[in-house]
């Protein structure tokens, strides 16, 4: 059975930077796309970051780019997520997943399989 879990979240001030890491177990990492999700209070998850299988392609939202890195090391079966000049919008518990292989990144939580049960990321002003 796929597990993912993820770790590394917490509370910052803004202007502050945050890594997290997420690792997939039961089956190789490579046999998937991996992408991050964040959820704020009474909103819907929303694509953040995402690796294709190889790592060879990455994505992010408009509103992550140039401060949010996403890599992947498949024979760690780990993704990590580098956050830096965090502001309050930023705010949310993260999500890893996991979804089957495709030839880019995927923004589309439909087509995950796999989630991990989240870690609060809160920035403060």
């Known amino acids: 059975q796929v597990q993912v879990v993820e770790s590394g979240g917490g509370s910052v001030q803004t202007g502050d930077s945050l890594k997290l890491f997420c690792v997939v177990s039961?089956?190789?990492?490579?046999?998937?796309?991996m992408g991050w999700f964040r959820q704020a209070p009474g909103k819907e998850r929303v694509f953040v970051a995402g690796a294709s299988w190889n790592g060879g392609g990455t994505g992010y939202d408009n509103s992550v780019k140039g401060r949010f890195t996403v890599s992947r090391d498949n024979a760690k079966n780990s993704v990590t997520l580098q956050m830096n000049s965090l502001n309050p919008a930023d705010t949310g518990v993260y999500y890893c997943?996991?979804?089957?292989?495709?030839?880019?990144?995927?923004?589309?939580?439909?087509?995950?399989?796999?989630w991990g049960q989240g870690t609060q990321v809160t920035v403060s002003s």
């Open positions: 039961g089956r190789p990492m490579r046999d998937y796309t």
């Open positions: 997943a996991a979804g089957w292989r495709r030839a880019g990144v995927v923004a589309a939580a439909s087509e995950y399989a796999y």
